[in-house]
């Protein structure tokens, strides 16, 4: 059991290029801090060099290898559950691909310890828009994809997209009960919609998100459309209660 501490998940796929750098870049940042990868079989045999850095560091870096690609959400959950049962406080969303900076880390953490906050969101729109790398069309779709998501749920957070998140677990502990419907794009919305739903208190702390420059991205049009239509119903089973 770790009580007390805090736990990283970082869900992967083919982030070979990536994975050692990032696991010790996160876990430099804070002695309490955990690491969990949730690899769907990554053929680039991501999974592999995990393990390997799991003998280096085993109090620390943790492992769930899933059998196939089977989505960011699941990930996720996943790796909420094993956090839950092996006794963490505080849970962290976060990519692999280096998006997110593990310095933020310290940041965010500080708000679930001392500010009475329940959800903490790395955010990209919360001052302007902090986005590094990627084309003019992309931060558009993302942005205006926040807006409608805000306009559509209700939720006061400017990044309802983010995919840099800390939750106290109490917070993911409530959610669990109830049943995610999302995998892709409109999970992180679903996620915060919910804890905002069930009384939760969610702040943003503004982030520099820079695109990844190593691996490709995971992104495709099926995930967007699933986040617009999706959201429509998210909103209408919360307003007719079914």
Known sequence: MYQGKSLIIIPSYNEAENIVEIINDVLIQKESFHLLIVDDNSPDKTYKLVEEEIIKNPKKIFL?????????????????????????????????????????????????????YDVVIGSRYVSGVNVVNWPIQRVLLSYFASIYARLITGVPVKDLTSGFV???????KSILKENIRFNGYAFQIEMKFKAHSNGFKLIEIPIIFTDRTKGESKMSLSIVWEAIFGLLLLKIKKVFKF
Do not use: T
């Open 64 to 116: 769930i290898k899933r059998e196939k690609k089977s989505g960011l959400g699941s990930a996720y959950l996943a790796g909420f559950k094993w956090a839950i049962e092996n006794g963490y406080e505080k849970i962290f969303e976060m990519d692999a691909d280096y998006s997110h900076d593990p310095k933020d880390l310290l940041r965010m953490d500080v708000f679930l310890d001392n500010d009475g």
């Open 166 to 172: 800390g939750y106290k677990v109490n917070v993911l």
